[in-house]
């Protein structure tokens, strides 16, 4: 499969990758969704599912997994990296056949090599500005800490800031709570201990994907 940007969004394709990042809980989801980054050495996808399909989810990163009849969507509306879709009709099963390492089937990519909505692994610094967001549940939106509606919204541990390497300086965020335990080495209940210095204090290599200028961190590697 490497013709998947000729796919419209809505078929039902296969796919046979590697699990690329431990599966996790989205920030913010209005159902209960479980997603991970998949990949061979030509695409990078999100698979997700939501629900009790999430358990199809229950591997960990390194996995080969094939998938068949997912439902895929992305790249020609662009507003999303290309994703695959779990439901009842999908199945997943672990596979076992040469395949390259997860390293193989991770794209490095200089910066300003990233386009939008698409995944990949980038190198440098971050410096940390914030560690908590804050989502009204009722607006539906990222807030300050006190909503425009007048709602104190429960605080996400959500590590934000810019990151840079040789050839640009782009926003980032955690894209969930577990990568912001895995950037900073603290447990979201002790959140408010993290030590910005020492996440910023060495190079990081991030997973994810570049959105409205944002970069979307899906693993820490
Ligand atoms: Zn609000």
Not at 18 to 42: H, T, W
Request: include cysteine; charged fraction near 30%.
């Amino acid at each position: 499969m490497n013709k998947l940007s000729e796919i419209k969004s809505g078929d039902r394709i296969a796919f046979t990758g590697r699990i690329l990042s431990n599966p996790k809980k989205p920030l913010v989801s209005s159902r209960n969704a479980v997603r991970a980054v998949i990949g061979d050495s030509e695409n990078l996808i999100q698979v997700i599912a939501f629900d009790k399909e999430g358990d199809k989810l229950n591997l960990k990163r390194g996995d080969l997994v094939k998938i068949t009849n997912g439902i895929f969507s992305g790249f020609k509306s662009a507003k999303q990296p290309p994703t695959i879709t779990l439901d009842s009709r999908t199945l997943m099963e672990k596979a076992d056949i040469n395949f390259p390492s997860a390293e193989e089937c991770i794209k490095k990519k200089f910066i300003d090599e990233v386009n939008d909505n698409e995944y990949c692994a980038i190198s440098g610094f971050p410096v940390v500005y914030r560690i908590f967001s804050y989502y009204c549940n009722r607006c539906k939106k990222f807030t300050d800490e006190m909503c425009d509606c007048g709602n104190f919204p429960e605080p996400i541990f959500r590590i934000s800031g810019v990151f840079s390497d040789s050839t640009k300086t782009i926003w980032f965020s955690t894209s969930s709570e577990e990568t912001a335990e895995d950037l900073s080495g603290i447990e979201k209940s002790n959140a408010v201990n993290t030590d910005i210095k020492s996440i910023m204090a060495k190079p990081q290599k991030f997973l994810g994907y570049l959105h409205e200028g944002n970069f979307y961190v899906e693993e820490v590697m």
